[in-house]
């Protein structure tokens, strides 16, 4: 089966400081794309950072980075000087451009501390 | 601006009844997807559609159908409601042709059968 594993359902950090949330993903195929969303209290999601797998040069947006291990299947998030508004849930996802299908990890929540 | 609409957000229905859950997009998007989320499980995929009237099982399509007769369309359907379908509902929409094949979001439907 296919899968995204997240393996932190919590996470906590302290404002302005940095930190970095666990994805594993298993699938067989090449052609795939990875993504973070952000699911804030509103609960509307919102891309976050994207990762075409074919390219080898990590994505970066603004205060948010990834580690990109495609040997490994591993695609973490770095956030950078968070702030208050990052709190929210992150989800981890990945799209398998052959079939059209994109699944989803567990999530885990964000808590930034003032 | 894109946009895709769930017809309800919140949505109490009773053991036994039909519902259906309406999701629109105007984004000419071809696959369109329905998710559950439940705390701790993360998004789970229900059914998706690569193209008008096709459909795929996802994780999880027992109890649930869908129907896609038009592109901007996707509804899903709980032919006899049960209560361990209460759950947060999302909607998704993307292209495979398109630059970032980063999915949409509706805004969600809590459904809460009783």
């Known amino acids: 089966a296919q899968t995204v594993t997240q393996s932190q359902p919590e996470m906590s950090v302290q404002e302005a400081e940095t930190v970095t949330l666990s994805c594993t993903y298993d699938?067989?195929?090449?052609?795939?794309?990875l993504f973070w969303y952000k699911q804030p209290p509103s609960r509307q999601m919102i891309l976050v950072i994207r990762q075409e797998a074919y390219k080898q040069q990590n994505a970066t947006e603004n205060r948010f980075s990834v580690n990109f291990q495609k040997a490994a299947k591993s695609f973490s998030l770095k956030i950078s000087d968070s702030q208050l508004g990052d709190a929210a849930m992150y989800f981890c996802?990945?799209?398998?451009?052959?079939?059209?299908?994109?699944?989803f990890g567990a999530g885990t929540r964000l808590t930034v501390k003032p | 601006d894109v946009k895709v609409t769930q017809s309800s957000r919140y949505l109490v229905k009773r053991t036994g009844e039909k519902v259906f859950l309406e999701c629109v997009q105007d984004?000419?998007?071809?696959?369109m997807f329905w998710y559950r989320q439940d705390p701790g499980l993360g998004l789970r995929l229900i059914y998706f559609?690569?193209?008008?009237?096709?459909?795929e099982k996802g994780d999880i399509p027992e109890g649930y159908s869908v129907s896609r007769e038009k592109k901007e369309r996707f509804s899903l359907i709980l032919e006899s409601a049960s209560t361990n379908q209460t759950s947060m509902y999302l909607c998704?929409?993307?292209?495979?042709?398109?630059?970032?094949?980063?999915?949409?979001f509706g805004q969600g439907t809590r459904l809460t059968v009783v």
């Open positions: 559609s690569y193209d008008v009237k096709m459909k």
């Open positions: 996802a990945y799209y398998l451009y052959n079939n059209n299908d994109m699944r």
């Open positions: 699938t067989s195929e090449s052609d795939y794309y």
């Open positions: 984004m000419d998007h071809e696959n």
């Open positions: 998704a929409s993307s292209s495979p042709k398109g630059v970032t094949t980063e999915a949409f």
